[in-house]
């Protein structure tokens, strides 16, 4: 069964910077396409960003996010990662990794990001 395992969320202030990790367990990550999703309280969970499978070498992102946000792959390390920089209030959100198809499911637990002053 795959897992996903997300980290680096924390408290940052507006401007500020963080780099999120997943690392996935029970399938191969190298060939498969990989994606960011958020959800804030009271919101629907939605997708940040995606990264295509094997070299990552075509990468898309929500509007919101465009500009300030990268996502990156480590093949090797079966982990996918969320660069996330100048990060505004409106970007507390749990953060999730998954593959993205139609109906993602096997959620992890997501990493909390909140960005306050």
């Known amino acids: 069964q795959v897992q996903f395992v997300e980290s680096g969320g924390g408290l940052v202030q507006p401007g500020g910077s963080l780099r999120l990790s997943c690392v996935v367990s029970?399938?191969?990550?190298?060939?498969?396409?990989m994606g960011w999703y958020r959800q804030a309280p009271g919101k629907q969970r939605e997708l940040v960003a995606t990264?295509?499978?094997?070299?990552?070498?075509?990468?898309n992102y929500a509007d919101f996010v465009k500009g300030r946000f990268t996502i990156s792959r480590d093949n090797a390390k079966n982990t996918v990662y969320l660069q996330m920089n100048s990060l505004k209030p409106e970007d507390t959100a749990v953060y999730y990794c998954?593959?993205?198809?139609?109906?993602?499911?096997?959620w992890g637990q997501g990493t909390q990001v909140t960005v306050s002053s």
């Open positions: 990264i295509s499978a094997v070299s990552g070498s075509t990468t």
């Open positions: 998954n593959i993205p198809t139609d109906d993602p499911s096997d």
């Open positions: 029970g399938v191969i990550v190298r060939v498969l396409p």
